[in-house]
């Protein structure tokens, strides 16, 4: 199980598309810094994956969260760390 980490936008990098081609059915996505513009992307709208994204980069970005996307603060982001056995970033 590995929580992936999507800190950029995916209307500017590619880091969500290519993470999205290899992801496993039990892994996770966290979306945040700009990465959270991805709560606008068609392909995190339609994403059955476990998918969470930063509140205060939500807010920070005037962004509301969208669908089956969670909002989670970064004591629930220490947790996802925990859960999971490998995190990987995505630039």
């Known amino acids: 199980m590995t929580l992936h980490l999507i800190q ?6 590619s880091a969500l598309k290519d993470c999205l081609n290899i992801i496993a059915a039990k892994d996770s996505v966290l979306l945040m810094e700009d990465g959270v513009y991805g709560l606008q992307h068609s ?4 994403t059955k994956l476990s998918a969470y994204a930063l509140q205060e980069d939500i807010s920070a970005r ?4 969208k669908g089956n996307i969670k909002e989670i603060d ?3 982001f220490v947790n996802l760390c925990g859960q999971h056995q490998h995190v990987i970033s995505w630039y």
């Open 8 to 13: 950029r936008s995916p209307f500017s990098n």
């Open 43 to 46: 392909l995190m709208q339609q």
């Open 62 to 65: 005037g962004l509301d969260s």
């Open 74 to 76: 970064y004591c629930e």
